[in-house]
Structure formats: C-alpha cells, structure tokens
C-alpha cells in the first residue's frame, strides 16, 4: 500500500501519503499443517479385521461391524441409514444424518 500512496503522491492525486510513520506488522510464523498421528496399537491389522468380520457373521450387529470396518461410519451414522441414501447404481452411500439419544435441553432438567 505504501508503494501505491507514493505513486498518487508523486502524480499529485493525493497531497500527503496517509501510510507514512505506520510500521509494518510484525511477521508471525507460519503455523504448520494439522496432522492427524494413527496411533497404530490400537488400530486393527488385516488378520484382525477379517476375524472381527468372520467372528461377527451370526450376530445381530454383523451388519453394523461391516459399515464400520468397510466405510468408517459410527454407530450414530450407522443406525440411521435408509434404503434411500444408498445408490446401487452409483456404488455411493449417502451419511446425511444420525441417530442416538435425544439431548434434554431444558435448562433445569433433572435425571431420575
């Protein structure tokens, strides 16, 4: 901007540069990039994860163990999809809501 207010002095636009005496700011230093670190002890290998699928094949939560393991959904996400948010044709599933326990929002609820 300096530069620019030095030109329209100097052309006789502006009569007196309005961005002299004011220091530049001090330089911050960049912040770096958010990583995310996967603490692998507790992630699941391979061989685990195709136990976790064989063991859980004749049980009532086989099919959310599958949306889990496969697309990483949580049990909220899971519980809520219909037959409409997938897409057969597309091969996509759409997570648009969730499902869980209703929050008590009143300000002097009480739990019994």
Known sequence: ???SFNYAVSHKLLLVNPADGIDLPKTVKAKPYHTRNIDTAKTLNMDQILLL???????PIHMQVLFNVLMGLRRQEINAVKYSDVDYINRTLAV?????????RT??????
Do not use: F, H, I
């Not at 699928?53 to 049980?59: A, G, N, V």
């Open 1 to 3: 901007m300096n530069v």
């Open 107 to 112: 300000p002097n609820s009480k739990k019994v």
């Open 96 to 104: 648009e809501r969730q499902l869980g326990k209703e929050l008590d």
């Open 53 to 59: 699928l064989e063991k859980s094949r004749d049980t």
